[in-house]
């Protein structure tokens, strides 16, 4: 939650664009994402990442973030949750 605060603060106006699905189930996804928007000072930035989303009743219970050349790593957890109970 302090990292999405610190971003706001840092980028007000930031918005996440889907890339790229990597990988689905029932209980969640992991998709490529690029976060996009524009800092206090006026940069335009593009940070691209990979997102791993939990769900249970339409809400989104646990989030990670992985860089781009963690796919691996993100994917490895992914099935881990989907192994798990």
Request: proline content about 2%; charged content about 30%; hydrophobic content about 40%.
């Given at each position: 939650?302090a990292?999405?605060?610190?971003m706001e603060?840092?980028?007000p ?5 889907p ?6 189930s029932?209980?969640?996804?992991v998709?490529?994402e690029?976060l996009?928007g524009?800092s206090?000072?006026?940069v335009?930035?593009?940070i691209?990442l990979?997102h791993l989303?939990l769900f249970a ?11 781009l ?11 881990e ?5």
């Open positions: 939650m990292s999405g605060q610190m603060s840092l980028v106006d930031y918005w996440i664009e890339a790229e699905v990597l990988a689905y029932a209980k969640g996804l998709e490529q690029i996009k524009t206090t000072d006026g335009t930035i593009e691209p990979i989303a009743d339409r809400r989104v219970t646990h989030v990670e973030a992985f860089d050349d963690q796919r691996d790593l993100a994917l490895a957890r992914f099935e949750f989907n192994r798990s109970g």
